[in-house]
């Protein structure tokens, strides 16, 4: 019997419903297959972003270094302290891993980071109430010391945790403080600190001394453990650019010391000082009064300027070198020539010598030996106005010098009334910078020929070795001839030596100097001027040695407080002499018949005999330092086609062993040199000259054999001996 065929309506339904389901989810399985994305997103990066963790590896900024290569500036290893708050920290431990007593931990650490008690107290309850895992001290909580950081872990309080970190180290404190600057860390809106410079060259080469961090990219579990067989990807930091100075560290220690002493004794307004190569235009060193410690920024004013470039002042009497070299390279000078001093007119208004009433008649070359103002008017007369004021420009008055270094102050010469011309001569009513007056004497010191000051000697990528910038000397128009220049120089020395000369005070123990000397009045804020011996701005201007001037040096003293029987120019020539003398002495400028002295090339040995080239060297008067005694010459110091001085001393490397010198009397400059070519590691203790070594001279040495050598300023010699003496019962001078 046939069965009649039913139709199922509900089965059917069902089948296509089932069965269409099956098929969408077969063509989704299928199109993720081939294409790896799932709503837009590649799958892989959707598991990557879930199981990858990434560590950040920190980039140091660049260090800042003197023109040898010895650290000003760097990044040291600090540490940020941080409290984990949360209970579950401690879970499966068998001490506590987060903070038990809030009270006692607030205790504790407000003696080491710059919050109160109830302030960290208070932190830590806010936050352990709003259950949050940990808690950070902000800026109190960061730059932490290694000794500060082992005392707070001496008291073994659960929960506080240190990472470590970079700080930036200033390690000779009170140095060059106004040209370097300073740099503290700001944190950003996530949360992150970065070191930023605020001042000075921190600021100005922000951008190049910071670095870029690096970073570990790794594959981990869902709680942050690194999976079995991952991979790390490891991007390297790159550190700021390297910044090397012209400074010499030493030189500016020597500075540096001589405005402490200068300042400790006469409570001066204000101080700035500046040394330079006058061959060079390279500025050695560079410091002024008052000034701060970077460190802590303790005694940062309102002041904020680097009064070599951005102030200006005027000048006195130091103007008056330009004005003479004018007058001379015109052929309007005639030093034997008189003229009556003491007062001057010009239409309703009189000038007078800083005496009032002069010296009668007297003449020209005994007038700028004693800082006449009268006779520069008279010479005035004889150059004619619009000649002097060309002159004045150019030797770069009123307009920047250029100087690698922001916001220069221009200055403005003051030319608008015949009086102003007048005052201009000698240095009232126009304004220079100090960084203008140097650049202006090195075409005095350097035959004519003037350098553009500068402070940057080389950009280096530490992490390449790429010289990125790199500053050649750069020599401007001359504004006078090298003729006119040496016999400027000449009457500039005469002011020392003379029994006229105002600059008697500045002549050096083993050197000669030219110079000139400045007193020059005040403006006041509201118009005038100051007036009174202790209200005045005393200065010098000078070189040395005069035969053939290695430095230029100006230092200016504002308002320093006297005992009657001290003059302005006391305290200025406290600083040029002590500066001048001992950086001559480390440079090794040899002091006598320095006026026979022809510089000579170096020739280049490169490649000849050690012993042969020792005595080609030695026969031209040069002394010779031999660093390896056997075989060729592989290194010299200073390099072929250098000028040095005859007697002067070199260095050329051979091969085979080292047999140590006698340091006794070198200057640390050299010292380093040796380090540097031989390889040795000398430990260097002190500033100045070598008076002791670890190791007597000749002993075989090498790259891992210590050195010591101690190093004294020629002030604590002296008093190493005064004291010697006293003790053996001899008198003290």
């Known amino acids: 019997m046939n069965k009649k065929f039913r139709f199922q309506w509900g089965a059917f339904l069902m089948f296509l419903l089932y069965g269409g389901l099956f098929f969408l989810l077969l063509s989704r399985f299928l199109f993720i297959q081939v294409t790896g994305t799932a709503e837009g997103q590649v799958l892989a990066t959707r598991a990557d972003s879930k199981y990858s963790r990434e560590q950040v590896l920190q980039a140091s900024r660049g ?25 579950d920290a401690s879970k499966n431990s068998s001490i506590p891993r987060h903070v038990i007593d809030p009270a006692k931990t607030a205790q504790v650490l407000s003696k080491y980071i710059d919050m109160t008690e109830q302030e960290i107290l208070d932190l830590l309850n806010k936050n352990i109430q709003a259950e949050k895992y940990q808690v950070e001290f902000g800026k109190a909580g960061r730059d932490i010391s290694h000794e500060e950081m082992m005392e707070i872990q001496g008291y073994q309080l659960p929960g506080i945790i240190f990472i470590q970190d970079l700080k930036r180290l200033y390690p000779n404190g009170e140095f060059a403080s106004h040209l370097i600057g300073f740099a503290l860390k700001e944190e950003t809106e996530d949360g992150e600190a970065h070191t930023v410079g605020k001042m000075g ?19 981990s579990d869902t709680k942050g453990f690194l999976l079995p067989n991952a991979e790390k990807m490891v991007t390297e930091p790159q550190d700021g650019q390297d910044i090397y100075l012209t400074i010499d560290k030493t030189i500016q220690n020597f500075l540096e010391d001589a405005l402490n002493k200068a300042e400790e004794k006469y409570s001066p307004e204000r101080m700035t000082a500046i040394v330079a190569n006058p061959k060079t235009g390279e500025i050695l060193a560079m410091s002024q009064r008052p000034t701060f410690e970077p460190n802590t920024r303790e005694g940062l004013s309102t002041n904020w300027l680097n009064e070599a470039t951005e102030q200006t002042i005027e000048p006195g009497s130091t103007m008056k070198i330009f004005t003479l070299a004018a007058a001379i390279e015109e052929g309007v000078w005639d030093p034997n020539a008189t003229y009556k001093s003491g007062s001057y007119s010009v239409y309703d208004r009189t000038i007078r010598d800083h005496n009032v009433v002069g010296w009668g008649n007297i003449t020209f070359l005994e007038g700028f030996q004693r800082s006449s103002n009268v006779s520069m008017a008279y010479l005035l007369q004889r150059l004619g106005e619009d000649t002097f004021l060309d002159y004045i420009h150019r030797f770069g008055f009123g307009q ?50 003037m350098m553009q000051p500068y402070v ?10 790429e010289i990125v910038s790199n500053h050649e000397p750069t020599e401007k128009e001359s504004p006078i001839s090298a003729k006119t220049a040496d016999q400027v120089k000449e009457i500039l020395a005469s002011t020392v030596t003379s029994e006229h000369g105002t600059a008697k005070r500045f002549k050096l123990n083993e050197y000669t100097t030219a110079g000139k000397t400045g007193t ?21 201007l000078g070189m040395a040695p005069v035969e053939d001037p290695q430095l230029v040096v100006y230092v200016t003293v504002h308002k320093p407080h006297l005992e009657d029987t001290e003059v302005g120019s006391q305290p200025v020539s406290d600083i040029f002499n002590s500066v001048t003398e001992n950086s001559l002495k480390y440079l090794n400028i040899q002091p006598e018949n320095l006026e026979l002295s022809e510089p000579i090339e170096m020739p280049d040995v490169v490649g000849n005999n050690v012993v042969e080239s020792q005595i080609a060297l030695e026969s031209q008067g040069l002394k010779t330092v031999i660093i390896g005694q056997s ?11 250098t000028s040095i001085i005859s007697s002067g001393l070199v260095f050329i490397k051979g091969q085979g062993e080292i047999q140590l010198p006698n340091f006794s009397g070198w200057s640390k400059r050299n010292l380093m040199i040796y ?30 054999t210590p050195i010591v050598v101690q190093l004294e300023t020629p002030e604590e010699t002296t008093n190493a001996l005064l004291v010697e003496e006293t003790e053996e019962g001899l008198p003290q001078d």
Do not use: C, H
Request: cysteine-free.
């Open 63 to 87: 260090k800042i270094l003197d023109r040898n290569g010895e650290v000003i500036v760097e990044d040291t290893i600090s540490y940020k302290m941080i409290a984990v708050i949360r209970s």
């Open 201 to 219: 060259l921190e600021y100005i080469y922000n951008k190049e001394l910071t670095g870029t961090p690096g970073k570990v990219e790794f594959k």
């Open 400 to 449: 920047k010098t250029g100087i690698d270094l922001p916001n220069e102050a221009s200055g403005i010469i003051s030319d608008q009334y015949p009086i102003n011309r007048v005052t201009t001569t000698y240095g009232q009513g126009s304004t220079v910078t100090p960084i203008q007056l140097v650049q202006a004497m090195t075409a005095i010191a350097n035959k004519g020929k």
């Open 456 to 465: 940057i000697d080389k950009i280096v990528n530490p992490n390449t070795g």
């Open 520 to 540: 020059a009045q005040i403006a006041k804020p509201d118009g005038g001027y100051y007036w009174g011996r202790e209200l005045f701005l005393y200065s010098f």
């Open 631 to 641: 075989e060729n010459v592989v290194e010299q110091y200073p390099t072929a086609g």
């Open 675 to 704: 380090k540097s070519l031989a390889n040795l590691p000398i430990e260097i203790i002190g500033e100045g000259f070598v008076t002791k070594q670890s190791l007597t001279a000749g002993s075989v040495v090498s790259d891992n």
